[in-house]
């Protein structure tokens, strides 16, 4: 059984950066494939970003609105999805959540349906 517990959410600023945080429990995380999404109040929830099970190129694809501003990243040994935002705008407020799905293949999977285990969800808020 997979569990996902986000982490690192808050009140920012506009045009400053955040990093979140996903810890991974279970087994065998390198065999999942991984994404952040986000769901803002009266909207649907929406990639931002995901990353191959490997994290090795060609590793992970981003929604254009966050292109340029957002890095997704895992690291094998902690077991940890990250994801670094920087010059955050107020349209970045929204409740972000990591998802996993298992994976024989080195893909990255960009939409919501392709998920299997999701986390609670993390509160990010940034103010103007």
């Known amino acids: 059984q997979v569990q996902l517990e986000e982490s690192g959410g808050g009140l920012v600023q506009a045009g400053g950066s955040l990093t979140l945080s996903c810890l991974f429990s279970g087994r065998n995380f390198d065999m999942h494939a991984m994404g952040w999404f986000r769901q803002a109040p009266g909207k649907e929830r929406e990639l931002v970003g995901a990353?191959?099970?490997?994290?090795?190129?060609?590793?992970?694809t981003y929604a254009d609105s966050v292109k340029g501003r957002a890095t997704i990243s895992r690291d094998h040994a902690k077991p940890t999805l990250y994801l670094q935002l920087s010059s955050l705008k107020p349209e970045d407020t929204a409740f972000y959540f990591c998802?996993?799905?298992?994976?024989?293949?080195?893909?990255?999977?960009?939409?919501?349906?392709?998920?299997?285990?999701w986390g609670q969800g993390t509160q990010v808020t940034v103010s103007s």
């Open positions: 998802a996993a799905v298992p994976t024989d293949y080195n893909y990255v999977f960009s939409s919501r349906d392709d998920y299997f285990y």
């Open positions: 990353i191959n099970r490997s994290g090795r190129a060609p590793s992970s």
